[in-house]
């Protein structure tokens, strides 16, 4: 199983701040953090995301069909993250909404263009 999820950014101030308030939604706090990278998680034992600047020095770049999804408790919570991502600048990639099998899903990408979405099964 995953243990952790890392994304590239070239703009560590403005996607820390982004993702200390998704993340927060969801109830990840900090949990390590140096210079070139943070990690979020909910505990220990629970998978993690973080962003780091790129360990070769050149630009982040994005994953072409490379998604991170997170896990939300229910359906307002999915509509309240992916609303707030798009306040905080990210891009609408798919509204919330019910997807088929009892998904319920919205997608957006974050400030350097990660494809993300936020679901539960409903």
């Not at 962003?51 to 997170?70: F, Y």
């Not at 359906?75 to 009892?102: D, F, I, Y």
Request: with cysteine; aromatic share 10%; net charge negative.
């Amino acid at each position: 199983m995953i243990g952790y999820t890392t994304i590239g950014t070239n703009d560590f101030a403005r996607s820390a701040s982004f993702y200390d308030t998704i993340l927060g939604m969801l109830g990840a706090v900090r949990m390590m953090e140096e210079d070139d990278f943070i990690v979020w998680g909910t505990d220990e034992n629970s998978p993690a995301f973080s962003i780091h600047l790129p360990a070769d020095g050149n630009p982040a770049t994005i994953g072409n069909g490379v998604m991170v999804a997170l896990k939300a408790k229910n359906t307002e919570q999915v509509a309240a993250v992916h609303a707030k991502a798009l306040e905080l600048g990210s891009s609408n990639e798919g509204k919330p909404g019910p997807r088929g099998h009892g998904f319920y899903v919205g997608y957006f990408r974050d400030l350097d263009g990660n494809k993300l979405n936020i679901h539960c099964m409903a």
